[in-house]
């Protein structure tokens, strides 16, 4: 909770901060197209503390009225460029090797922007936020030896969306809401891991994005 705690601090000193900082031209964008190229080292799938997948994703926003916006992305998950899956060793008696990694997340988010002075893509906002992902890893002598792996995303969310005079745009949130993680793995899998069940847990969301406004 501190650590969310800050996270909302420093969204609200950027939220006071910016206009008088990128002082501009009013300008209308109505579309926004972004990225994180950092998700490519850890994407929302989670092996115990480690990110076996990356995550390559598109994000489009587009202005709904004028305090309003709606988001939608659609991300590739592959292999981590951070964790080599050939040299990664699950427990001190197993091995995995040889390891495709696929997969695909989508996310919608629907903001409510909340700046007297600011219209729809730019400023302070909240809204809700919902992501479905789902990777499976197989391993490539023998692919009914395979490990599928669904997180769902509901969240909260409150944010910063800051936008220049020249288009670039930097959004920032964070917020509360719960997942809902499943591994599905063949009973017979020789392995000592403990891949879990099943559940539902609170979270603390934060994300970062960058691109273009136009």
Known sequence: MKTIG????????????APRTYAQEEKDFRFTVKTNPLAALGGPMWFIIVPITGEYRVLFEAKTMPKQSVQVGASYLGPSLLINLDKLSASDSIEISGINTSGFRGQVMYKFFLSRDLSAPEGFYAGPHFSYATATMVNKDDEADKVKATKININGIIGYQLITSGGFALDIYTGLGFRIKKWDYPEAIDTDFDFGISKNTPMVAFGLNFGYAF
């Open 6 to 17: 800050k996270l909302i601090v420093f969204i609200v000193l950027i939220s006071f901060l």
